[in-house]
Protein backbone atom coordinates (compact mmCIF):
# COMPACT_ATOMS: atom_id res chain seq x y z
CA UNK A 1 0.00 0.00 0.00
CA UNK A 2 1.15 3.41 -1.00
CA UNK A 3 2.51 5.98 2.30
CA UNK A 4 2.81 9.19 2.43
CA UNK A 5 6.38 10.72 0.45
CA UNK A 6 6.53 7.16 -1.60
CA UNK A 7 7.24 7.05 -4.84
CA UNK A 8 7.68 4.15 -7.85
CA UNK A 9 11.41 4.59 -7.54
CA UNK A 10 11.42 3.83 -3.72
CA UNK A 11 9.00 1.46 -3.79
CA UNK A 12 10.58 -0.42 -7.22
CA UNK A 13 13.97 -0.62 -5.28
CA UNK A 14 12.29 -1.45 -1.73
CA UNK A 15 10.43 -4.84 -3.75
CA UNK A 16 13.44 -5.28 -5.46
CA UNK A 17 10.83 -4.89 -9.20
CA UNK A 18 12.56 -3.22 -12.27
CA UNK A 19 10.66 0.39 -12.19
CA UNK A 20 9.32 -0.15 -15.95
CA UNK A 21 7.82 -4.00 -14.79
CA UNK A 22 6.54 -1.87 -11.62
CA UNK A 23 4.41 0.86 -14.30
CA UNK A 24 3.28 -1.66 -17.08
CA UNK A 25 1.79 -3.79 -14.62
CA UNK A 26 0.02 -0.89 -12.66
CA UNK A 27 -0.16 1.13 -15.77
CA UNK A 28 1.12 4.45 -14.10
CA UNK A 29 1.85 6.61 -16.67
CA UNK A 30 4.13 9.94 -16.69
CA UNK A 31 4.70 11.62 -14.42
CA UNK A 32 3.93 8.57 -12.12
CA UNK A 33 1.85 9.78 -9.44
CA UNK A 34 0.20 7.83 -6.75
CA UNK A 35 -2.30 8.05 -4.00
CA UNK A 36 -1.82 7.75 -0.65
CA UNK A 37 -3.53 4.06 0.43
CA UNK A 38 -3.75 3.25 -3.18
CA UNK A 39 -2.70 -0.83 -3.40
CA UNK A 40 -0.07 -1.83 -6.09
CA UNK A 41 0.20 -5.33 -7.63
CA UNK A 42 4.16 -6.34 -7.50
CA UNK A 43 5.09 -8.67 -10.42
CA UNK A 44 7.66 -11.69 -9.64
CA UNK A 45 10.91 -10.75 -8.95
CA UNK A 46 12.43 -13.13 -11.57
CA UNK A 47 11.20 -13.13 -15.45
CA UNK A 48 8.34 -15.14 -15.66
CA UNK A 49 8.85 -18.89 -18.17
CA UNK A 50 5.56 -18.29 -20.08
CA UNK A 51 3.75 -20.42 -17.54
CA UNK A 52 0.22 -20.22 -15.63
CA UNK A 53 0.40 -20.68 -12.14
CA UNK A 54 -2.33 -23.11 -10.13
CA UNK A 55 -5.43 -25.01 -11.67
CA UNK A 56 -7.54 -24.54 -14.20
CA UNK A 57 -10.23 -21.68 -14.48
CA UNK A 58 -12.56 -21.18 -16.88
CA UNK A 59 -12.07 -17.47 -17.49
CA UNK A 60 -14.83 -15.32 -19.22
CA UNK A 61 -16.25 -11.99 -19.61
CA UNK A 62 -18.96 -9.94 -21.55
CA UNK A 63 -18.53 -7.00 -23.87
CA UNK A 64 -20.53 -4.53 -26.09
CA UNK A 65 -19.44 -4.83 -29.66
CA UNK A 66 -18.08 -0.95 -29.45
CA UNK A 67 -16.07 -2.20 -27.45
CA UNK A 68 -12.52 -0.52 -27.93
CA UNK A 69 -10.53 -3.16 -30.12
CA UNK A 70 -6.90 -2.20 -28.38
CA UNK A 71 -8.81 -2.94 -24.71
CA UNK A 72 -10.14 -6.46 -26.64
CA UNK A 73 -6.89 -7.61 -28.05
CA UNK A 74 -4.98 -7.04 -24.29
CA UNK A 75 -7.79 -8.38 -22.83
CA UNK A 76 -8.15 -11.82 -25.32
CA UNK A 77 -5.00 -14.05 -24.19
CA UNK A 78 -6.39 -14.03 -20.39
CA UNK A 79 -9.90 -14.90 -21.56
CA UNK A 80 -11.16 -18.82 -22.39
CA UNK A 81 -14.69 -17.54 -23.83
CA UNK A 82 -15.28 -14.31 -25.17
CA UNK A 83 -19.51 -13.09 -24.03
CA UNK A 84 -20.91 -10.93 -26.80
CA UNK A 85 -23.72 -8.68 -24.92
CA UNK A 86 -26.05 -9.21 -26.10
CA UNK A 87 -28.71 -10.61 -28.27
CA UNK A 88 -32.94 -10.08 -27.73
CA UNK A 89 -35.67 -11.51 -29.00
CA UNK A 90 -39.47 -10.91 -29.80
CA UNK A 91 -42.38 -12.15 -28.36
CA UNK A 92 -42.90 -13.95 -31.71
CA UNK A 93 -39.75 -15.73 -31.40
CA UNK A 94 -37.48 -13.62 -33.69
CA UNK A 95 -33.82 -13.05 -32.81
CA UNK A 96 -32.89 -9.59 -32.10
CA UNK A 97 -29.59 -8.84 -33.07
CA UNK A 98 -26.76 -6.33 -31.79
CA UNK A 99 -27.34 -2.39 -32.91
CA UNK A 100 -23.36 -2.95 -33.61
CA UNK A 101 -21.75 -5.49 -35.58
CA UNK A 102 -20.83 -8.08 -33.59
CA UNK A 103 -18.41 -10.46 -36.17
CA UNK A 104 -15.10 -8.76 -35.93
CA UNK A 105 -14.91 -9.01 -32.45
CA UNK A 106 -15.99 -12.69 -32.61
CA UNK A 107 -13.37 -13.00 -35.45
CA UNK A 108 -10.74 -11.54 -32.86
CA UNK A 109 -11.36 -13.89 -30.41
CA UNK A 110 -11.09 -16.88 -32.55
CA UNK A 111 -7.81 -15.73 -33.76
CA UNK A 112 -6.69 -15.49 -30.17
CA UNK A 113 -7.85 -18.81 -29.69
CA UNK A 114 -10.87 -18.00 -27.40
CA UNK A 115 -14.74 -18.62 -27.99
CA UNK A 116 -17.51 -16.43 -28.47
CA UNK A 117 -20.42 -17.17 -26.75
CA UNK A 118 -23.69 -15.75 -27.60
CA UNK A 119 -25.56 -13.84 -25.01
CA UNK A 120 -29.00 -13.73 -25.16
CA UNK A 121 -31.60 -11.08 -22.70
CA UNK A 122 -35.09 -10.21 -22.53
CA UNK A 123 -34.33 -6.92 -25.15
CA UNK A 124 -37.12 -6.54 -27.41
CA UNK A 125 -36.68 -4.70 -30.88
CA UNK A 126 -36.59 -1.53 -29.36
CA UNK A 127 -33.43 -1.99 -27.77
CA UNK A 128 -35.57 -2.07 -23.96
CA UNK A 129 -35.23 -4.58 -20.91
CA UNK A 130 -38.85 -6.42 -20.86
CA UNK A 131 -39.24 -9.45 -18.79
CA UNK A 132 -42.89 -9.26 -19.98
CA UNK A 133 -40.64 -11.68 -23.00
CA UNK A 134 -39.36 -13.95 -20.54
CA UNK A 135 -42.98 -15.09 -19.67
CA UNK A 136 -43.98 -15.31 -23.31
CA UNK A 137 -40.92 -17.50 -24.13
CA UNK A 138 -41.46 -20.06 -21.68
CA UNK A 139 -44.72 -20.96 -21.91
CA UNK A 140 -45.07 -20.87 -25.70
CA UNK A 141 -43.70 -23.84 -27.32
CA UNK A 142 -44.20 -22.32 -30.53
CA UNK A 143 -42.46 -19.18 -29.80
CA UNK A 144 -39.74 -21.60 -27.94
CA UNK A 145 -39.56 -23.47 -31.24
CA UNK A 146 -38.99 -20.05 -33.98
CA UNK A 147 -36.32 -18.54 -31.47
CA UNK A 148 -34.13 -21.79 -30.96
CA UNK A 149 -34.29 -22.20 -34.50
CA UNK A 150 -32.93 -18.63 -34.80
CA UNK A 151 -30.31 -19.33 -32.37
CA UNK A 152 -29.37 -22.25 -33.77
CA UNK A 153 -28.93 -21.16 -37.42
CA UNK A 154 -27.16 -17.53 -36.08
CA UNK A 155 -25.06 -19.61 -33.66
CA UNK A 156 -23.71 -21.86 -36.43
CA UNK A 157 -23.24 -18.66 -38.91
CA UNK A 158 -21.32 -16.45 -36.93
CA UNK A 159 -19.75 -19.39 -35.11
CA UNK A 160 -20.53 -19.37 -31.40
CA UNK A 161 -19.25 -21.76 -29.15
CA UNK A 162 -21.93 -21.65 -26.91
CA UNK A 163 -25.05 -19.48 -25.57
CA UNK A 164 -25.51 -18.01 -22.22
CA UNK A 165 -28.86 -17.02 -20.75
CA UNK A 166 -28.98 -13.86 -19.02
CA UNK A 167 -32.39 -13.50 -17.58
CA UNK A 168 -33.67 -11.05 -14.92
CA UNK A 169 -36.40 -10.51 -12.84
CA UNK A 170 -37.79 -13.82 -13.65
CA UNK A 171 -41.29 -14.14 -11.85
CA UNK A 172 -42.03 -16.60 -9.37
CA UNK A 173 -44.84 -18.09 -11.27
CA UNK A 174 -42.54 -18.02 -14.62
CA UNK A 175 -39.59 -20.45 -12.62
CA UNK A 176 -40.73 -23.78 -13.03
CA UNK A 177 -41.21 -23.31 -16.87
CA UNK A 178 -38.11 -21.17 -16.77
CA UNK A 179 -36.28 -24.34 -15.76
CA UNK A 180 -37.79 -26.34 -18.40
CA UNK A 181 -36.66 -23.75 -21.02
CA UNK A 182 -33.09 -24.04 -20.35
CA UNK A 183 -33.30 -27.37 -19.78
CA UNK A 184 -34.64 -28.23 -23.76
CA UNK A 185 -32.50 -25.61 -25.25
CA UNK A 186 -29.19 -27.36 -23.87
CA UNK A 187 -30.55 -30.86 -24.95
CA UNK A 188 -31.30 -29.37 -28.20
CA UNK A 189 -27.82 -27.35 -28.47
CA UNK A 190 -25.85 -29.80 -27.04
CA UNK A 191 -26.33 -32.50 -30.10
CA UNK A 192 -24.59 -29.67 -31.82
CA UNK A 193 -21.28 -28.99 -30.14
CA UNK A 194 -22.84 -25.91 -28.52
CA UNK A 195 -23.14 -25.87 -24.38
CA UNK A 196 -25.10 -23.57 -22.43
CA UNK A 197 -24.70 -20.83 -19.46
CA UNK A 198 -26.97 -19.43 -17.60
CA UNK A 199 -26.70 -15.97 -15.29
CA UNK A 200 -27.89 -16.28 -11.97
CA UNK A 201 -29.46 -13.61 -9.26
CA UNK A 202 -27.37 -13.48 -6.30
CA UNK A 203 -28.92 -15.64 -3.72
CA UNK A 204 -28.47 -16.39 -0.38
CA UNK A 205 -30.90 -18.75 0.08
CA UNK A 206 -33.78 -20.92 -1.70
CA UNK A 207 -36.87 -18.85 0.22
CA UNK A 208 -34.99 -15.40 -0.55
CA UNK A 209 -37.74 -12.69 -1.45
CA UNK A 210 -38.21 -10.41 -4.06
CA UNK A 211 -38.71 -10.03 -7.98
CA UNK A 212 -34.86 -10.16 -8.38
CA UNK A 213 -34.86 -14.05 -6.81
CA UNK A 214 -38.06 -15.91 -6.31
CA UNK A 215 -38.46 -16.89 -10.06
CA UNK A 216 -34.60 -17.98 -10.04
CA UNK A 217 -34.05 -21.93 -8.76
CA UNK A 218 -30.23 -22.66 -7.99
CA UNK A 219 -30.52 -26.51 -8.19
CA UNK A 220 -33.08 -26.76 -10.91
CA UNK A 221 -31.39 -24.37 -12.65
CA UNK A 222 -28.22 -25.74 -12.33
CA UNK A 223 -29.44 -29.16 -13.31
CA UNK A 224 -30.50 -27.74 -16.24
CA UNK A 225 -27.51 -25.95 -17.65
CA UNK A 226 -24.06 -26.95 -18.21
CA UNK A 227 -22.67 -24.01 -16.34
CA UNK A 228 -23.85 -21.35 -14.05
CA UNK A 229 -22.54 -17.67 -13.14
CA UNK A 230 -23.23 -15.46 -10.11
CA UNK A 231 -23.83 -12.49 -10.76
CA UNK A 232 -22.15 -11.36 -7.34
CA UNK A 233 -22.17 -7.36 -7.59
CA UNK A 234 -24.30 -4.31 -7.36
CA UNK A 235 -24.91 -4.20 -3.95
CA UNK A 236 -24.04 -0.88 -4.11
CA UNK A 237 -25.73 0.03 -7.65
CA UNK A 238 -25.92 3.32 -9.34
CA UNK A 239 -29.41 4.61 -7.47
CA UNK A 240 -28.20 3.49 -4.68
CA UNK A 241 -26.55 4.39 -1.48
CA UNK A 242 -22.97 4.26 -1.66
CA UNK A 243 -21.16 1.19 -0.65
CA UNK A 244 -19.09 -1.60 -2.09
CA UNK A 245 -19.73 -2.92 -5.59
CA UNK A 246 -19.18 -6.86 -4.08
CA UNK A 247 -18.35 -6.74 -0.53
CA UNK A 248 -16.50 -10.31 -0.74
CA UNK A 249 -18.77 -11.19 2.76
CA UNK A 250 -21.75 -10.93 0.59
CA UNK A 251 -19.93 -12.66 -2.49
CA UNK A 252 -19.32 -15.26 0.31
CA UNK A 253 -22.32 -15.80 1.67
CA UNK A 254 -24.22 -15.72 -2.25
CA UNK A 255 -20.98 -18.55 -3.43
CA UNK A 256 -21.29 -21.02 -0.25
CA UNK A 257 -25.32 -21.12 -0.48
CA UNK A 258 -24.65 -21.64 -4.42
CA UNK A 259 -22.78 -24.69 -3.88
CA UNK A 260 -24.98 -26.09 -0.99
CA UNK A 261 -27.24 -26.19 -4.32
CA UNK A 262 -25.06 -26.84 -7.37
CA UNK A 263 -21.82 -29.04 -7.99
CA UNK A 264 -18.33 -26.53 -7.46
CA UNK A 265 -17.19 -27.51 -10.91
CA UNK A 266 -20.46 -25.90 -12.63
CA UNK A 267 -20.04 -22.67 -10.95
CA UNK A 268 -18.36 -19.20 -11.75
CA UNK A 269 -18.38 -16.24 -9.98
CA UNK A 270 -18.86 -13.14 -10.73
CA UNK A 271 -16.25 -10.36 -10.47
CA UNK A 272 -17.37 -6.87 -11.49
CA UNK A 273 -14.57 -4.65 -13.34
CA UNK A 274 -16.51 -1.79 -12.59
CA UNK A 275 -17.15 1.01 -9.67
CA UNK A 276 -19.22 3.94 -9.16
CA UNK A 277 -18.94 7.70 -8.31
CA UNK A 278 -21.78 9.02 -5.76
CA UNK A 279 -22.61 12.74 -5.65
CA UNK A 280 -23.10 13.39 -1.69
CA UNK A 281 -25.53 13.77 0.24
CA UNK A 282 -27.75 10.56 -0.40
CA UNK A 283 -30.84 11.23 -1.02
CA UNK A 284 -33.48 8.08 -2.41
CA UNK A 285 -34.76 7.98 -5.66
CA UNK A 286 -33.09 10.80 -6.33
CA UNK A 287 -29.07 10.55 -5.99
CA UNK A 288 -27.58 8.54 -9.45
CA UNK A 289 -23.78 7.68 -9.05
CA UNK A 290 -21.96 7.66 -12.63
CA UNK A 291 -20.11 4.06 -13.72
CA UNK A 292 -16.11 4.63 -13.32
CA UNK A 293 -13.39 2.05 -13.85
CA UNK A 294 -10.44 1.49 -11.47
CA UNK A 295 -8.05 3.97 -13.87
CA UNK A 296 -10.40 6.58 -13.64
CA UNK A 297 -11.05 6.00 -9.58
CA UNK A 298 -7.16 6.22 -8.40
CA UNK A 299 -6.48 8.94 -11.02
CA UNK A 300 -9.97 10.96 -9.36
CA UNK A 301 -7.84 10.09 -6.32
CA UNK A 302 -4.40 11.43 -7.47
CA UNK A 303 -5.64 14.51 -9.06
CA UNK A 304 -7.77 15.66 -5.66
CA UNK A 305 -5.27 14.72 -3.14
CA UNK A 306 -7.51 12.19 -1.67
CA UNK A 307 -6.18 9.01 0.57
CA UNK A 308 -7.90 6.01 -0.42
CA UNK A 309 -9.27 3.92 2.69
CA UNK A 310 -9.58 0.03 2.72
CA UNK A 311 -12.97 -1.51 4.60
CA UNK A 312 -11.77 -4.45 6.26
CA UNK A 313 -15.05 -5.98 5.90
CA UNK A 314 -16.11 -5.59 2.16
CA UNK A 315 -12.01 -5.94 1.53
CA UNK A 316 -13.20 -2.95 -0.98
CA UNK A 317 -11.17 0.68 -1.47
CA UNK A 318 -12.99 3.50 -1.30
CA UNK A 319 -12.04 7.63 -1.11
CA UNK A 320 -14.24 10.41 -0.65
CA UNK A 321 -13.45 14.28 -2.88
CA UNK A 322 -14.91 17.99 -3.29
CA UNK A 323 -15.45 19.01 -6.73
CA UNK A 324 -17.29 22.34 -7.55
CA UNK A 325 -18.87 21.91 -3.71
CA UNK A 326 -20.02 19.10 -3.81
CA UNK A 327 -18.70 16.18 -1.97
CA UNK A 328 -18.46 12.52 -3.78
CA UNK A 329 -17.68 9.04 -2.31
CA UNK A 330 -16.26 6.91 -4.68
CA UNK A 331 -16.07 2.74 -4.11
CA UNK A 332 -14.10 0.63 -6.58
CA UNK A 333 -11.90 -2.75 -7.50
CA UNK A 334 -8.32 -2.69 -6.96
CA UNK A 335 -5.43 -5.67 -6.22
CA UNK A 336 -6.48 -6.44 -2.83
CA UNK A 337 -10.35 -6.59 -3.45
CA UNK A 338 -9.71 -8.63 -6.34
CA UNK A 339 -7.53 -11.15 -4.58
CA UNK A 340 -10.05 -11.61 -1.99
CA UNK A 341 -12.20 -12.80 -4.61
CA UNK A 342 -9.90 -15.41 -6.56
CA UNK A 343 -9.11 -16.81 -3.10
CA UNK A 344 -12.66 -17.47 -2.63
CA UNK A 345 -12.84 -19.15 -6.02
CA UNK A 346 -9.85 -21.08 -4.32
CA UNK A 347 -11.23 -21.98 -1.13
CA UNK A 348 -14.95 -22.99 -2.25
CA UNK A 349 -13.22 -25.14 -5.70
CA UNK A 350 -15.44 -22.93 -8.21
CA UNK A 351 -13.64 -23.26 -11.57
CA UNK A 352 -14.75 -20.20 -13.08
CA UNK A 353 -14.75 -16.34 -12.96
CA UNK A 354 -17.27 -14.28 -15.23
CA UNK A 355 -16.49 -10.97 -15.46
CA UNK A 356 -18.84 -7.69 -15.76
CA UNK A 357 -17.52 -6.17 -17.85
CA UNK A 358 -14.87 -5.83 -20.19
CA UNK A 359 -14.91 -2.50 -21.59
CA UNK A 360 -11.72 -1.38 -19.93
CA UNK A 361 -8.48 -2.68 -19.14
CA UNK A 362 -7.21 -3.31 -15.74
CA UNK A 363 -3.88 -5.07 -16.61
CA UNK A 364 -3.00 -5.47 -12.39
CA UNK A 365 -6.32 -8.06 -12.65
CA UNK A 366 -5.44 -10.25 -15.27
CA UNK A 367 -1.31 -10.51 -14.04
CA UNK A 368 -2.82 -11.59 -10.70
CA UNK A 369 -5.65 -13.82 -11.69
CA UNK A 370 -2.65 -15.83 -14.36
CA UNK A 371 -0.52 -15.66 -11.45
CA UNK A 372 -2.60 -17.77 -9.29
CA UNK A 373 -4.25 -19.64 -11.98
CA UNK A 374 -4.19 -21.66 -15.57
CA UNK A 375 -6.74 -20.02 -17.87
CA UNK A 376 -8.08 -22.95 -19.86
CA UNK A 377 -8.10 -22.66 -23.85
CA UNK A 378 -10.33 -24.15 -25.91
CA UNK A 379 -9.13 -26.47 -28.57
CA UNK A 380 -10.59 -23.94 -31.86
CA UNK A 381 -10.72 -25.95 -35.33
Known amino acids: ?28 AYPYRLAVGQSLYIPPKEEGTGE ?6 YVFGYAYPFINSRTLDETLPFL ?3 YVFSY ?5 GNLVHP ?53 GRTMQES ?14 EDGPAYVEFVSRIRQILNLFGYFVTVALAPKTSAAQRGLLYEGIDYRLLGEAADRVMLMTYEWGYSQGPPMAVAPIHMVRRVAEYAVSEIPAEKISLGIPNYGYDWPLPYEKDV ?14 AIDHGSEIYFDQTARSPYFYYWQYGIRHEVWFEDPRSLLAKFQLIEELGLTGAGYWQLMNFFRANWLMLKEMFHIEKRPME
Open 1 to 28: MVKEGDTVDAIAQDTGIAIDALLWANQI
Open 80 to 82: TDL
Open 88 to 92: GFTAE
Open 159 to 172: GFTGLDIDFEYVRA
Open 287 to 300: TRANTIHTLEAIQL
Open 99 to 151: VSDDRWMIQAAREAGVGAVMTLTPIDSSGTFNNNLISVLVHDAAVQQKLIWEL
Open 52 to 57: EGGRDL
